[in-house]
């Protein structure tokens, strides 16, 4: 080992509990060289990961990795909220004694880099300079240069966010560990994803990919965040946040919300105009998977993206779907790919939904590394690529990021919307004018779960605000934190639910989503200052169809569109027993958001 002071002073390092931090774990996990990185340190550490191996190219300034094949989603069941105060126990955060959870960790950590190096990453969850700042600031530690690489696209990394800040930074610890020996899945399982949310210290274990591994990104970035939030009077949340400017009237307004992972966020935030719209509508991009809100001074309710990349899902993106995804992933940009498939002659990438597939097989290996061309006739129509694939790439990287996305003081918010995959009841949109029925509608939000999360593809469940794989306190109080938060408001934020996902009978998709969510959000605001009036429903207001922008839709959608715009009360009445259970579980839920269950409940009875 290397003279761990020396390699502090060194990168300029100055936090002296910062310091006493990486000594620490240095001495656990027993690394045998330390390296602390910034984001000018980019360029060397692909070159040595190329040169390792560990990246490959991917044609010119983009790279590919690959990550064990066991390993390529959040792994749910094995990730933890850990406090000493049992009330922090929740419905869905697993939650844990730290007493119990410290010790097991430290033992698992024990020598388990020896060979390696550890690399420290100093990164801030915010753009710079905010009110935030001190809640946003972490160490992560990780053996794996993959990490430091997606995470130094992922955040704003280097020792000047730190130095300053003495003892508020979260300390994240991650060792990738053995990752063939550690039964995944199995009884046996060695894998811990932990948040001491109490402590502010982070132990993942036995996993190198995305959402388990970059710390940053979901641990800190909602976990810990949230759990900061509830105690400091701020929200964080699985939410997307764009804005949409209208050349006409020259406003613009600003939309965050949340859907389930892998349902459409990132879609959302880069969404184009349709062309049949022409250049009234604008959106601008400021985040895709995570929002920090709060009420500044003036009662005006905020919000910012912590984040500096985009983890974006590769299935299905394409010039058509996501024409400003493909932008943002274009070469020389610096992007990684991971897990999807790779020529490794001509270094080029596929995933399903990319467009044709090579009909040439000559160098494709799929997902895990295996010869296409080598595959027996029952492997034939397998994935070439992992459903749960991802490119990484910065925001400034993005077409239509907004002009202010890097500005500290966030952007106001005037609308919140929850939404998800849901074949059938939800309509296309619904507006809710109160504070304690949207909170309610976030709370009882049901969706499929998608291939984000290992093995739940396709399982209806409740997802409270998309933030059940995240929830770090319990849920009453989250919905006590909610209108406490949200209720301090002067500036009238509207809710809304959406629902891109309706399918018919045959199984189709009855709105072709995409860009067309433009429009929905549209009527949104423009319900939101009274220019339109919609339908009132016991679920909400939802447009009235001439009400909707319908220029350059096709026939078939004109033609579903009074379905996708219907409320089935008969579905809607059986829901209401199910949200009833649902809600039941969260013992000590605010008497508001009971009352506006049972408004809605009564409001259908008697429509
Ligand atoms: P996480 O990063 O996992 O939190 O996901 P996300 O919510 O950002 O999801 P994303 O926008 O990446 O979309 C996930 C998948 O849904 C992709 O395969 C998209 O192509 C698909 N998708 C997104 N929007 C739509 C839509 O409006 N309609 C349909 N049919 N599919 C969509
Ligand atoms: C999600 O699963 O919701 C993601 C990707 O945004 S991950 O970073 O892996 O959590
Ligand atoms: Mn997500």
Same mark, same amino acid.
Request: negative net charge.
């Given at each position: 080992?290397?003279?761990?002071?020396?390699?502090?002073?060194?990168?300029?390092?100055?936090?002296?509990?910062?310091?006493?931090?990486?000594?620490?774990?240095?001495?656990?996990?027993?690394?045998?060289?330390?390296?602390?990185?910034?984001?000018?340190?980019?360029?060397?550490?692909?070159?040595?990961?190329?040169?390792?191996?560990?990246?490959?190219?991917?044609?010119?300034?983009?790279?590919?990795?690959?990550?064990?094949?066991?390993?390529?989603?959040?792994?749910?069941?094995?990730?933890?909220?850990?406090?000493?105060?049992?009330?922090?126990?929740?419905?869905?955060?697993?939650?844990?004694?730290?007493?119990? &959870?410290?010790?097991?960790?430290?033992?698992?950590?024990?020598?388990?880099?020896?060979?390696?190096?550890?690399?420290?990453?100093?990164?801030?969850?915010?753009?710079?300079?905010?009110?935030?700042?001190?809640?946003?600031?972490?160490?992560?530690?990780?053996?794996?240069?993959?990490?430091?690489?997606? &995470?130094?696209?992922?955040?704003?990394?280097?020792?000047?966010?730190?130095?300053?800040?003495?003892?508020?930074?979260?300390?994240?610890?991650?060792?990738?560990?053995?990752?063939?020996? +550690?039964?995944?899945?199995?009884? !046996?399982?060695?894998?811990?994803?932990?948040?001491?949310?109490?402590?502010?210290?982070?132990?993942?274990?036995?996993?190198?990919?995305?959402?388990?591994?970059?710390?940053?990104?979901?641990?800190?970035? +909602?976990?810990?965040?949230?759990?900061?939030?509830?105690?400091?009077?701020?929200?964080?949340?699985?939410?997307?946040?764009?804005?949409?400017?209208?050349?006409?009237?020259?406003?613009?307004?600003?939309?965050?919300?949340?859907?389930?992972?892998?349902?459409?966020?990132?879609?959302?935030?880069?969404? +184009?105009?349709?062309?049949?719209?022409?250049?009234?509508?604008?959106?601008?991009?400021? =985040?895709?998977?995570?929002?920090?809100?709060?009420?500044?001074?003036?009662?005006?309710?905020?919000?910012?993206?912590?984040?500096? $990349?985009?983890?974006?899902?590769?299935?299905?993106?394409?010039?058509?779907?996501?024409?400003?995804?493909?932008?943002?992933?274009?070469? $020389?940009?610096?992007?990684?790919?991971?897990?999807? %498939?790779?020529?490794?002659?001509?270094?080029?990438?596929?995933?399903?939904?990319? $467009?044709?597939?090579?009909?040439?097989?000559?160098?494709?290996?799929?997902?895990?590394?295996? *010869?296409?061309?080598?595959?027996?006739?029952?492997?034939?129509?397998?994935?070439?690529?992992?459903?749960?694939?991802?490119?990484?790439?910065?925001?400034?990287?993005?077409?239509?990021?907004?002009?202010?996305?890097?500005?500290?003081?966030?952007?106001?918010?005037?609308?919140?919307?929850? =939404?998800?995959?849901?074949?059938?009841?939800?309509?296309?949109? @619904?507006?809710?004018?109160?504070? %304690?029925?949207?909170?309610?509608?976030?709370?009882?939000?049901?969706?499929?779960?998608?291939?984000?999360?290992?093995?739940?593809?396709?399982?209806?469940?409740? !997802?409270?605000?998309? &933030?059940?794989?995240?929830?770090?306190?319990?849920? %009453?109080?989250?919905?006590?934190?909610?209108? /406490?938060?949200?209720?301090?408001?002067? /500036?009238?934020?509207?809710?809304?639910?959406?629902?891109?996902?309706?399918?018919?009978?045959? =199984?189709?998709?009855?709105?072709?989503?995409?860009?067309?969510?433009?429009?929905?959000?549209?009527?949104?605001?423009?319900?939101?200052?009274?220019?339109?009036?919609?339908?009132?429903?016991?679920?909400?207001?939802?447009?009235?169809?001439?009400?909707?922008?319908?220029?350059?839709?096709?026939?078939?959608?004109?033609?579903?569109?009074?379905?996708?715009?219907?409320?089935?009360?008969?579905?809607?009445?059986?829901?209401? =027993?199910? @949200?009833? *259970?649902?809600?039941?579980?969260?013992?000590?839920?605010?008497?508001?958001?009971?009352?506006?269950?049972?408004?809605?409940?009564?409001?259908?009875?008697?429509?």
């Amino acid at each position: 080992m290397t003279d761990v002071e020396n390699v502090l002073d060194q990168a300029g390092l100055t936090n002296a509990d910062v310091r006493e931090y990486v000594k620490e774990w240095a001495a656990i996990t027993g690394a045998s060289r330390i390296e602390v990185v910034s984001a000018a340190d980019d360029a060397r550490l692909i070159a040595a990961a190329l040169e390792a191996g560990e990246l490959l190219p991917a044609g010119e300034g983009s790279y590919y990795s690959r990550s064990y094949f066991k390993d390529t989603a959040r792994a749910e069941e094995r990730t933890i909220v850990a406090t000493s105060d049992e009330r922090d126990k929740g419905t869905y955060n697993n939650w844990r004694p730290s007493a119990e &959870m410290k010790p097991k960790l430290i033992e698992l950590m024990t020598g388990a880099s020896e060979g390696k190096t550890m690399y420290v990453i100093p990164y801030l969850m915010a753009p710079a300079g905010g009110p935030l700042d001190k809640f946003a600031a972490g160490v992560e530690l990780t053996d794996n240069v993959n990490v430091v690489l997606q &995470m130094i696209r992922m955040a704003r990394v280097g020792v000047d966010y730190i130095n300053h800040l003495g003892n508020d930074f979260v300390r994240a610890v991650h060792v990738t560990g053995d990752l063939p020996n +550690l039964g995944q899945g199995t009884p !046996d399982d060695k894998r811990y994803f932990v948040t001491v949310a109490d402590e502010r210290t982070i132990l993942h274990f036995g996993s190198s990919y995305g959402g388990n591994a970059l710390l940053g990104k979901i641990a800190h970035g +909602l976990r810990q965040g949230s759990y900061d939030g509830w105690k400091n009077g701020f929200l964080v949340e699985q939410f997307m946040l764009l804005g949409i400017s209208d050349k006409e009237t020259g406003k613009k307004y600003n939309i965050c919300g949340g859907f389930p992972s892998a349902s459409g966020k990132t879609n959302l935030a880069m969404t +184009l105009s349709p062309d049949a719209l022409g250049d009234r509508y604008h959106v601008e991009f400021y =985040g895709d998977d995570i929002a920090w809100i709060w009420v500044d001074e003036n009662g005006v309710l905020r919000g910012f993206n912590p984040e500096n $990349g985009v983890f974006g899902v590769a299935k299905d993106t394409n010039e058509h779907t996501n024409p400003t995804a493909i932008e943002s992933i274009k070469p $020389g940009l610096g992007v990684i790919y991971t897990n999807v %498939a790779y020529n490794e002659k001509t270094q080029e990438v596929w995933w399903e939904g990319r $467009g044709d597939k090579p009909t040439d097989l000559d160098g494709w290996l799929d997902w895990k590394g295996e *010869k296409i061309a080598d595959r027996s006739a029952d492997e034939a129509d397998d994935n070439w690529a992992h459903p749960n694939s991802r490119f990484t790439t910065t925001l400034a990287n993005v077409p239509n990021v907004a002009p202010d996305y890097d500005d500290a003081a966030g952007v106001e918010i005037h609308g919140i919307i929850f =939404g998800g995959r849901t074949r059938d009841r939800e309509p296309l949109i @619904r507006a809710i004018n109160d504070l %304690a029925e949207g909170v309610y509608d976030g709370l009882t939000l049901g969706a499929e779960a998608t291939f984000a999360a290992d093995g739940l593809e396709g399982v209806l469940r409740y !997802d409270p605000m998309s &933030m059940r794989p995240f929830m770090s306190y319990p849920e %009453a109080d989250y919905g006590q934190h909610w209108l /406490n938060v949200v209720g301090k408001a002067t /500036n009238n934020p509207i809710f809304a639910h959406v629902n891109w996902f309706q399918r018919g009978e045959d =199984g189709r998709f009855l709105w072709p989503g995409y860009r067309e969510n433009l429009r929905p959000l549209v009527w949104l605001m423009q319900y939101r200052n009274g220019e339109v009036s919609g339908v009132e429903t016991p679920v909400g207001v939802i447009p009235a169809r001439d009400e909707l922008l319908l220029d350059g839709l096709d026939e078939q959608t004109l033609a579903d569109l009074d379905t996708v715009l219907t409320i089935d009360k008969d579905r809607w009445i059986q829901e209401m =027993g199910y @949200r009833e *259970k649902h809600l039941a579980q969260f013992t000590g839920l605010p008497e508001e958001i009971w009352e506006a269950h049972r408004r809605v409940a009564k409001a259908l009875e008697e429509d």
